[in-house]
């Protein structure tokens, strides 16, 4: 992994910004800009209308617009669904409330610049071939604008199976960020249970909640290497102690900081050999699911099938005013609006989901192993005394047996 030069002036490539996070790319509109809507952080590098120095600052104006509400959307934290949610989710009435939300969907806003765009385009091919036939142009000079839609009939099955593929491998990449962060919650419920089993908490209290302290502070700071715009500072402040918390923040790989934390202190227990072999075996789930995590978002959907998709959207939307004329007229306005506003919203879905941690009800998850793990050292002692019992009370049973039998 390539690590980006922490001073601006040694850097080679002006592209860049200063970064902790290298595999992530910077915002797709200006950094002053997100500042206004975001916390200040480290940027991405992604292409957009907002760095190509040939569009003009009034047509830039929409684009950025759009990228700036779905960028603040995509920082909106989501939330796991309960009984309640799935009941509304399968609702009837859901087409309804879909259709009522219309306008503020960020998909649908992020489509506003290409489908005004085309349907501009189509509007302008309507009004020229209108003044043709019109004679308001001298025809042997300005030819109809028309052509067959054998074409369009034979790159149609194309077009489909282009935004199919698109949209499935985005999908397969949520899916797989899922399950990496299943099991980083699973991997760490699984320790945090064996270290509060295994561990003495006499001789050795002040390393075990560190222990425990480093395990919750695990998912955090990967939520927080992986989303654009985490705070890490907040979010760990109240997980670790503050000379823990500095050194963390002073990593250039926060994540990977903490595991080296676990990793000292599980050597650092006064316990059996096979119950230290048993706690180290467990850090494997993390470098695991930080190496998959890392590669979602660090090697995107191979950039030359996303550029096609999108080259061919824009070219068929393009042309589609001039094969419709003849039977549509001036109803190529519409029907381009529709055919761009359709397809180019299945094409905006598979990009949005192709970064799949944004996606995820993250902060969620952490919560939820938080609370598992407080509950479980809360529940520890009522657990130890009733298992006691218990076990004073078969081994009673057993001597009230004994004496009964002699």
């Given at each position: 992994m390539t690590v980006l030069p922490s001073n601006p002036s040694t850097n080679p490539n002006p592209n860049f910004l200063p970064c902790q996070t290298p595999l992530l790319p910077s915002p797709?509109?200006?950094?002053?800009?997100?500042?206004?809507?975001?916390?200040?952080?480290p940027c991405f590098r992604v292409l957009c209308s907002s760095q190509n120095p040939n569009l003009p600052r009034i047509l830039r104006r929409v684009p950025d617009w759009a990228d700036a509400i779905k960028e603040t959307r995509m920082q909106q934290k989501r939330r796991l669904y309960k009984h309640g949610d799935w009941v509304l989710h399968r609702s009837s009435l859901r087409h309804l409330r879909h259709l009522s939300t219309v306008l503020s969907s960020r998909v649908i806003l992020s489509l506003v610049p290409p489908v005004t765009a085309l349907t501009s385009v189509a509007a302008a091919v309507a009004a020229y071939n209108s003044a043709v036939d019109l004679n308001w142009l001298p025809p042997e000079f300005f030819p109809v604008l028309r052509?067959?839609?054998?074409?369009?009939?034979?790159?149609?099955?194309?077009?489909?199976?282009?935004?199919?593929?698109?949209?499935?491998?985005?999908?397969?990449?949520?899916?797989e960020g899922r399950k990496a962060w299943s099991n980083v919650i699973a991997g760490a419920n699984n320790m945090a249970t064996q270290v509060i089993a295994?561990?003495?908490?006499?001789?050795?209290?002040?390393?075990?909640?560190?222990?425990?302290?480093?395990?919750?502070?695990?998912?955090v700071a990967l939520k927080c290497h992986l989303v654009y715009g985490s705070d890490i500072e907040s979010d760990l402040k109240n997980l670790l102690e503050a000379d823990d918390l500095a050194?963390?923040?002073?990593?250039?790989?926060?994540?990977?900081?903490?595991?080296?934390?676990?990793?000292?202190?599980?050597?650092?227990?006064?316990?059996?050999?096979?119950?230290?072999?048993?706690?180290?075996?467990k850090i494997s789930c993390f470098h695991e699911s930080l190496g998959a995590c890392e590669q979602l978002v660090g090697i995107p959907i191979p950039l030359s099938y996303t550029r096609l998709t999108s080259r061919f959207?824009?070219?068929?939307?393009?042309?589609?005013p001039i094969i419709l004329w003849d039977e549509c007229h001036w109803m190529v306005i519409p029907a381009t609006f529709i055919s761009a506003a359709s397809l180019f919203c299945i094409e905006e879905v598979g990009v949005l989901i192709e970064e799949p941690f944004p996606m995820l009800a993250l902060d969620?998850?952490?919560?939820?192993?938080?609370?598992?793990?407080?509950?479980?050292?809360?529940?520890?002692?009522?657990?130890?005394?009733?298992?006691?019992a218990k076990r004073k009370a078969h081994?009673?049973?057993?001597?009230?047996?004994?004496?009964?039998l002699n």
């Open positions: 797709p509109f200006p950094i002053q800009q997100i500042s206004r809507v975001l916390p200040t952080k052509a067959s839609s054998l074409p369009y009939q034979l790159t149609a099955p194309a077009l489909a199976l282009l935004l199919v593929f698109r949209t499935e491998a985005s999908y397969s990449r949520l899916e295994v561990v003495d908490c006499q001789s050795d209290a002040l390393l075990r909640k560190s222990l425990l302290q480093y395990i919750m502070a695990f998912p050194i963390v923040l002073g990593s250039k790989h926060p994540p990977r900081c903490i595991i080296e934390f676990i990793s000292h202190c599980i050597r650092s227990l006064t316990i059996e050999k096979t119950k230290l072999q048993l706690l180290e075996s959207l824009v070219l068929w939307h393009l042309t589609l969620e998850l952490c919560n939820a192993l938080h609370e598992s793990i407080s509950e479980a050292m809360a529940n520890e002692k009522a657990i130890q005394e009733n298992i006691s081994f009673t049973s057993r001597n009230g047996c004994s004496d009964s």
